[in-house]
């Protein structure tokens, strides 16, 4: 039930504000990098290879722990799993 003018606007905003979130259905290990495809609107391949590639040329300790440290952050997806 409506209380003021302005519920069914912000009811609708609410639906399409996008998220950042581990992605369920686009995953490969777990996730974090599917989410962030999602959430850009980018082919998660190629965050991927853009992320092995600067986490070799950097060392592979800190990639590993910078992608680590974004699943400690970053929530799961809440869609149900397919």
């Known amino acids: 039930m409506r209380t003021s003018w302005n519920d069914?606007?912000?009811?609708d905003m609410s639906e399409h504000i996008?998220?950042?979130?581990?992605?369920?259905?686009?995953?490969v290990v777990c996730?974090?990098?599917g989410g962030l495809g999602e959430y850009f609107?980018?082919?998660?391949v190629l965050l991927r290879l853009f992320f092995v590639f600067i986490t070799m040329c950097t060392g592979i300790v800190p990639g590993v722990l910078?992608?680590?440290l974004g699943v400690a952050i970053v929530p799961k997806s809440y869609e149900e799993k397919e």
């Open 18 to 27: 996008k998220r950042l979130h581990r992605s369920r259905r686009n995953k």
């Open 66 to 68: 910078a992608y680590f």
């Open 41 to 44: 609107e980018v082919d998660p």
């Open 8 to 11: 069914g606007i912000i009811e």
């Open 31 to 33: 996730g974090l990098l």
